[in-house]
């Protein structure tokens, strides 16, 4: 009787390691695609992501750069004051962005040029994403916005 019931705790841990292992692979199997890293211009330039890989990139919109082209394609420069990265995005950009204010965008590098499936701009006249401070702040451009 002692025996039995030693062997059937020793199953039902041996089910519930099993379970937690079986768990954890699907939710990393799930999430390996979700996760998408920040990136400032300078760190792509530095040491280039693979084409494959989805990351996040952030700083400001360089002065002149913003072209548009046919259709809803714009092509424009992201800066971090260190290095800049051309940027091309085929849709509807938001509102507020412009030249010299803060954006994120999502997406891969591909032959020297990051194409863009989503583009995020501040959101008023304060607000900047704590990544893009951080890029900025680093390089020595960020400006600390008038209270």
Do not use: C
């Not at 919109?61 to 940027?87: L, M």
Request: hydrophobic share 40%.
């Amino acid at each position: 009787m002692r025996n039995l019931k030693k062997k059937r705790r020793i199953q039902v841990i041996m089910v519930a390691v099993l379970t937690l292992l079986v768990s954890t692979a699907l939710i990393g199997y799930a999430m390996r695609d979700g996760i998408n890293f920040f990136r400032s211009p300078s760190q792509v330039m530095e040491e280039p992501p693979g084409p494959g890989e989805t990351f996040r990139i952030g700083g400001l919109v360089e002065e002149g750069s913003i072209v548009r082209g046919q259709g809803d394609t714009v092509r424009f420069s992201v800066t971090d004051g260190g290095a800049s990265v051309p940027v091309t995005f085929k849709g509807v950009l938001p509102d507020l962005f412009a030249e010299n204010q803060g954006m994120v965008g999502t997406g891969r590098y591909v032959n020297g040029v990051f194409e863009a499936s989503e583009i995020l701009a501040k959101h008023d006249e304060t607000y900047m994403p704590k990544e893009v401070m951080d890029a900025l702040k680093e390089q020595g451009v960020y400006k600390e916005p008038d209270a």
